[in-house]
C-alpha cells in the first residue's frame, strides 16, 4: 500500500475524530489549547490502538467484530451527545459545567467511539499485508494534526455562539452514530 493510500485511509479514519474535536473545543471555548491537545492525544492513541487490536484479532473474531462495531459505535456516540445536550439545558449560564469535558470519563468513550472503524481498518491491513508501524505512524500523525485543528476552531466558535454550539455538537455527534449504523444497515 503506497503512503498517498494511507494518508487518504488516516484522513478518512480520521473524520469522526475530528467532528468530535470540533464538539470539545466548543465545549471548552475557554481553555482552547488545552483541548486542542487532549483531543489529539486520546483520538490519536485510540487511532492508533484500535487498528492494532483489529490487525491482531482479524484471524481470530474478524468477522464477529466487524459485524457488531456499528452498533457499539452508535451507542457510545448518541450517550456522548444525549450528555452534552442534557448538560447544556440543565445548567445555567454562569455555572461552568464545561469543565468536565475534557475528563478522561468524558473522553474514553468518546475516543473509543470515534475510532471503532479504525479497528475494522486493522482487520482490512491484516488482509493486505499493511506495514504496521508505518500505517500507525500516518495514522497518529495525520489525527493529532486534524484533532487539535479540530478542538481550536471547536472553541472559536464557541466563545461565540455559547450554549446553541454546545447543543449543536451534541446533535453532530449523535447524527455521527446514526450515520454508521444506517451505512452498516444499508450495506
Not at 114 to 137: C, E, K, Q, R, W
Request: one cysteine or more; proline letters at 3%; aromatic letters at 8%.
Amino acid at each position: 500500500m503506497h503512503i498517498i493510500d494511507l494518508l487518504m485511509i488516516a484522513a478518512a479514519l480520521s473524520a469522526d475524530a475530528f467532528a468530535a474535536s470540533v464538539c470539545k473545543g466548543i465545549a471548552c471555548n475557554k481553555q482552547r489549547f488545552r483541548a486542542a491537545f487532549a483531543c489529539a492525544l486520546y483520538f490519536s492513541v485510540f487511532q492508533c490502538i484500535m487498528p492494532l487490536l483489529g490487525y491482531m484479532l482479524s484471524i481470530r473474531i474478524g468477522a464477529a467484530l466487524s459485524a457488531v462495531s456499528p452498533y457499539i459505535a452508535f451507542v457510545l456516540l448518541t450517550l456522548v451527545g444525549v450528555g452534552m445536550i442534557r448538560n447544556e439545558q440543565s445548567s445555567s449560564p454562569s455555572s461552568d459545567h464545561r469543565s468536565g469535558a475534557l475528563s478522561f470519563s468524558s473522553m474514553l468513550p468518546l475516543a473509543v467511539a470515534t475510532s471503532i472503524d479504525a479497528l475494522a481498518a486493522g482487520v482490512s491491513f491484516a488482509l493486505l499485508h499493511v506495514h504496521m508501524p508505518s500505517a500507525l505512524l500516518i495514522i497518529a500523525v495525520t489525527t493529532f494534526a486534524l484533532c487539535s485543528s479540530g478542538a481550536a476552531f471547536g472553541s472559536l466558535i464557541g466563545s461565540r455562539l455559547q450554549s446553541a454550539a454546545q447543543t449543536a455538537g451534541g446533535c453532530i455527534l449523535i447524527l455521527m452514530g446514526f450515520r454508521i449504523l444506517l451505512s452498516h444497515l444499508l450495506a
